[in-house]
């Protein structure tokens, strides 16, 4: 008997679509009446007015292009902000000349200086590696998953966390928790399914499954730490704090503690790090509002823009 051969069908075509914060989602993307779809290998499919995509593009190279475009290229900021952009999304060797840029355009600009020479030793790093060498450990294995026994959360808050806090974690806390800086919370600047994994993993190991409000990774955006001046937020109104926050109570709603969790003990049960602050509500897709006041803020917290104002602020 013969019998025909079923069709095969071809894969769908793998986009980038680039947000109006600049963070990119990967994935199959239609286009919809008001704005687009994209249905994600990790994550399931999301919905996107036209208002909030700025391009659907087929490589980060493409994406830098308008990255670029809207970027002020003669503002030395706006050159490194350039180039973080294009190493949290792989493009080494254009975050170097980015970087290499903003040093040229103003005298004595540390930052950028330092970054650029973290940059050139990674390059130099997997250029050896490429060669099967052995190079020094400097800054081995940046953005390497470690294989955990995942830890469980609510799948639904998933694109939540990859379109609002991925971002927040990117900015706020990334630039010192990295294994190079030796850090038992590491953090991975790729946005790609791996990336946003592993960050998903390395924030619920501080999360108090019982009472997620008194979560560590909470407790610790508002207190200064690791040799930090200021905590990562000055208070809980802050709007990215306020959807961390969120995005925590949520992630362990209706979810069985996993055996090993245990109440939070690392910080003092004597430091009360919410004295004396208000409250705010954030619109959300999931779950109920969490408090009384509504919150609205003149400028978008989740621009890249306004999260460099607040951490390194132009002196």
Not at 51 to 70: F, N, Q
Not at 149 to 170: D, H, M, V, W
Not at 214 to 219: A, F, R, T, V, Y
């Amino acid at each position: 008997m013969i019998v025909a051969a079923l069709p095969i069908e071809a894969a769908p075509k793998t986009q980038y679509l680039l947000l109006d914060n600049e963070n990119m989602l990967i994935g199959a993307v239609e286009q919809i009446p008001g704005g687009y779809r994209i249905h994600q290998a990790v994550g399931g499919s999301l919905e996107l007015p036209t208002k909030k995509v700025l391009g659907v593009v087929d490589s980060p190279a493409e994406a830098l292009a308008i990255v670029r475009k809207r970027a002020n290229l003669d503002d030395a900021d706006e050159r490194l902000r350039v180039a973080r952009w294009c190493f949290q999304h792989e493009l080494l060797p254009e975050a170097i000349v980015e970087a290499r840029q903003a040093v040229s355009m103003r005298a004595s600009f540390v930052l950028a200086e330092r970054y650029l020479a973290y940059l050139q030793k990674l390059a130099e790093y997997q250029a050896s590696a490429a060669k099967n060498t052995h190079p020094a450990p400097l800054t081995p294995d940046l953005d390497t998953v470690v294989e955990l026994k995942p830890l469980p959360y609510n799948p639904e808050t998933f694109a939540y966390f990859s379109r609002y806090i991925q971002g927040i974690l990117n900015n706020s806390c990334a630039t010192c928790h990295t294994k190079e800086k030796q850090s038992s919370f590491v953090l991975s600047r790729r946005n790609g399914p791996d990336g946003l994994n592993q960050n998903i993993q390395e924030v619920m190991k501080i999360v108090d499954y019982r009472q997620p409000a008194k979560s560590k990774i909470l407790k610790m955006a508002l207190l200064p730490h690791g040799g930090a001046a200021k905590p990562a937020f000055q208070n809980n109104t802050h709007p990215a704090y306020q959807r961390l926050q969120l995005w925590v109570e949520a992630a362990v709603e209706g979810v069985a503690p996993p055996k090993e969790a245990v109440p939070d003990k690392t910080v003092p049960a004597t430091t009360d790090v919410f004295a004396g602050q208000g409250t705010a509500t954030l619109k959300t897709g999931f779950g109920a509002e969490r408090s009384n006041e509504k919150l609205t803020p003149k400028v978008d917290p989740f621009d890249p823009n306004e999260f460099n104002k607040l951490l390194e602020p132009k002196k």
